[in-house]
């Protein structure tokens, strides 16, 4: 009788800790996410999105701003985990030597419908340039200046190769060098002295709702329908494998064009990014369904539940 009662015991003991301690959903050394960001709205956008959901799962991120070139090396070198920019077909370069080399692997697709080519002032197109073979025409009040984004963006440089193919006659034209910012600065400037400008413009952005034309004929440099993209979710390699909740996390986060214009128009007003995605999280929690399915908290426990709570806090 003691015997059976002793065995019962421990067959409860076994029991209650088989259920009363949650299995961490991933290890210790993958409780710090490191993430890139070139210094685009948009990716600031998204990264601060996963930092709310992260922090919600126990996580902490840790975001470096990296020219993309550098992004992508410390991709390779394994000093970041994840990068949200992978634009395509801009950045196929890149891409393509990461996938030669094994370096890095593709978690998902985040986001269709983007735009990535030339653009002009709304004023400049009802003048008579809607293509970039009218730029040629209208060199001087031009400027013979294309104003691009950081030195070395896979964008500048289709940029200088379309300056420099003799189809365009855009011989002896500059590709001036900036961050968005300068960039977008410089636009403004031009805009509200009605002077000509053109420019890298995209989507999403909220540069589109100053009023610009995106230009045809860029096909052979930025692609089709006025540079349509799509951007990829990247990870270092071997971090779906290390990091299993982690990676499925960012497999399952995905942004549509309207919500991204949403938190950088917060941006735009000066509001922080974290507050921003915050505040888009709690206006719109039900994209966390989706987000979350199945994934855990660094220690184990329902991350949907976890993040609400933290998003509401």
Known sequence: MIRNASIAIAALSLGLGAVGVAEAADPASCKTVRMSDPGWSDITSTNALVGVVLKGLGYDQKVETLGVPVGYQALANKQTDVFLGNWMPAQAKFRQQ??????AEELTRNLTGAKFTLAVPNYVAEAGVKDVKDLATNADKFGKEIYGIESGAPANINI????????YGLAGWKLVDSS????????????????????????PHPMNNMGITYLSGADEFFGPNFGGAEVFTLARAGYKTECPNAAKLFSQMVFTVEQENQIMAALADGTDPAKAA????????????????????????PGLAAVKASVEG
């Open 98 to 103: 990461l996938e030669v080399d094994g370096t």
């Open 160 to 167: 200088q190769s379309m300056i420099d193919a003799p189809n």
């Open 180 to 203: 968005e910012q300068g960039m977008l600065s410089q636009v403004q400037r031009a805009e509200r002295s009605k002077n000509w400008v053109v420019f890298l413009g995209w989507a």
């Open 278 to 301: 915050k505040d888009w999280l709690k206006a719109n929690p039900g994209v966390l369904d989706g987000w979350l399915a199945g994934v855990e908290t660094l220690d184990g426990q």
